[in-house]
């Protein structure tokens, strides 16, 4: 199985900053990459597809890039509604489908 | 607009089955395949598998195989997942999500929650 690293677990940051997580895959996944957001008691919401498509209705202050093994996910302007936790998800060489461990992000 | 609805919080005893359904609507339910996912508490996302709302394929991961099926009655556009000879680390918030691409999944739904203890 494909496994995903995803740092760091948690991070706090301050409204206004520019916000990075990395994820790592074991092997190489070419660009078959996710990004979700889970604000909590909440299912996941799609953000970004392919490692660097915006899903329609998402705001432009998220972006991804990457192919490979790494890659990154980028919150360019913090606001206080980004809080909860975000992860990776592969799915090249099905299965199965392996997420990232998560990344909880708050407000400092 | 697209809403997957799932059905309620169950509470079983180790060894039972459950089955929890996802009623879909807002989409052609047969354009797009379904997949399960599930979320122990204070954990992270587990994929189960992936059924085609079309002609009703699965796959599934391994290590829910023998004990998970999946299906689909597409007179009534609702997906099920049954998990059978439930353990106590079975206790998660299970997820369906509608499937599109290879497997991105762009609509939820809300959750159901399945509590295995004795």
């Known amino acids: 199985d494909i496994q995903m690293t995803q740092s760091p677990s948690s991070l706090s940051a301050s409204v206004g900053d520019r916000v990075t997580i990395t994820c790592q895959a074991s092997?190489?996944?070419?660009?078959?990459l996710n990004w979700y957001q889970q604000k909590p008691g909440k299912a996941p919401n799609l953000l970004i597809y392919?490692?660097?498509n915006l899903e329609t209705g998402v705001p432009s202050r998220f972006s991804g890039s990457g192919s490979g093994t790494d890659f990154t996910f980028t919150i360019s302007s913090l606001q206080p509604e980004d809080i909860g936790t975000y992860y990776c998800?592969?799915?090249?060489?099905?299965?199965?489908?392996?997420f990232g461990q998560g990344t909880r992000l708050e407000i400092k | 607009q697209v809403q997957l609805v799932q059905s309620g919080a169950e509470v079983k005893k180790p060894g039972a089955s459950v089955k929890v359904s996802c009623k879909a609507s807002?989409?052609?339910?047969?354009?797009?395949?379904i997949s399960w996912v599930r979320q122990a508490p204070g954990q992270g996302l587990e994929w189960m598998g992936w059924?085609?709302?079309?002609?009703?394929?699965?796959n599934y991961a391994q290590k829910f195989q023998g004990r998970v099926t999946m299906t689909t009655d597409t007179s009534t556009s609702t997906a099920y997942m049954e998990l059978r000879s439930l353990r106590s680390d079975d206790t998660a918030v299970y997820y369906c999500?509608?499937?599109?691409?290879?497997?991105?999944?762009?609509?939820w739904g809300q959750g159901t929650l399945v509590t295995v203890s004795s």
């Open positions: 059924i085609s709302a079309y002609n009703g394929n699965t």
């Open positions: 998800q592969q799915y090249d060489n099905l299965p199965p489908i392996t």
């Open positions: 092997q190489d996944i070419s660009n078959s």
């Open positions: 807002g989409y052609t339910f047969t354009s797009h395949g």
């Open positions: 392919e490692a660097s």
């Open positions: 999500a509608r499937t599109f691409g290879v497997a991105s999944f762009d609509y």
